[in-house]
């Protein structure tokens, strides 16, 4: 697992304020794809604890008590990341994640 710099670049060019334009089919289908994914209550949990972990990363160690399997929790980390709302990076035997500036200023941007 590597950090995913350019899914958080594309996400983050994504789209504009909802109020300023429509989106094109392009930004509306990454735009659900990233709501879709927060669309899980086990995923907005773990997106909501690695985003307000103190430093701007959880390691998977940290975050993984949120009821559910440990298999369960990585597939939804997965999930996650796939739509480029997470980054991970491998640290020995554990894994960090972090949820992108650019990611949380695109979500801020387009809710605006």
């Known amino acids: 697992m590597s950090n995913m710099p350019s899914t958080a670049v594309s996400v983050a060019a994504c789209c504009p304020p909802l109020t300023e334009r429509a989106l094109t089919a392009e930004e509306a289908e990454r735009t659900a794809a990233m709501f879709k994914a927060l669309g899980d209550p086990v995923r907005l949990r773990l997106f909501s604890l690695v985003a307000s972990h103190e430093g701007g990363e959880a390691c998977v160690c940290d975050i993984s ?48």
């Open 65 to 112: 008590d949120v009821g559910v399997s440990q298999p369960t929790v990585s597939h939804h980390l997965k999930k996650l990341r796939e739509a480029g709302l997470l980054s991970s990076e491998r640290r020995g035997t554990w894994v960090y994640y972090r949820v992108e500036p650019a990611v949380m200023a695109m979500m801020g941007r387009l809710l605006a």
